[in-house]
């Protein structure tokens, strides 16, 4: 099955509990939605983000660090397999972007829902430099790195937002 190469179309959900690495690129299913796979990869994220808000932060940060790290072969492995770049059903990049966007963030109800829009915000208008990113840099490395660096934008304009309503 490793073997298996996909159309660029999205793979049906058997497709993703055959092969390990489409089910994690694709968050468990969240990436088959046929509007706005991206935003529903992040709303996937959310659950998970609670469940590791809850963690030390030192062993938060290093599961973001290590999914960050995965997620270089994890969506490069599907983009290959689908043939496709950064396939729009590809969402490990997203739930890895809001993590890092949440760390910067306290832990409440509001302030996750504000890392989400600030992060969908980054993630889809794309400003200088995740756009040359996104642009430049390839294969399962660029699929990650323009997310992370969209969440550490969002994730200092949500702390920078926080920081000056308590002012």
């Known amino acids: 099955m490793e073997g298996l190469t996909i159309s660029a ?6 497709e993703l509990v055959r092969s390990p690495v489409l089910l994690l ?13 991206g ?10 983000w609670l469940l590791l808000a809850h963690l030390s932060q030192p062993m938060s ?24 770049h950064d396939h729009g059903g590809i969402v490990w990049d997203e739930f ?4 890092v966007t949440m760390t910067f963030l306290p832990l409440s109800y509001v302030s996750m829902f504000i890392g989400f829009v600030l992060f969908r915000i980054f993630d889809i208008l794309k400003p200088w430099p995740i756009s040359w990113l996104d642009k ?8 990650m790195l323009d997310d992370v660096v969209a969440g550490l934008a969002a994730g200092g304009c949500g ?3 926080y920081w000056w309503m308590l002012s």
Not at 9 to 14: M, V, Y
């Open 136 to 143: 430049k840099v390839s294969g399962g490395l660029g699929i």
């Open 96 to 99: 890895v972007g809001y993590w």
């Open 25 to 37: 690129a694709f968050g468990f299913g969240s990436g088959l939605s046929p509007k706005a796979p």
């Open 39 to 48: 935003t529903m990869g992040t709303i996937a994220a959310v659950p998970l």
């Open 159 to 161: 702390w920078l937002l």
């Open 9 to 14: 179309t999205n793979p049906g959900f058997k």
């Open 61 to 84: 940060l290093l599961i973001i660090l290590i999914s960050a790290i995965a997620g270089i072969a994890i969506c490069g492995a599907a983009a290959e397999k689908l043939g496709v």
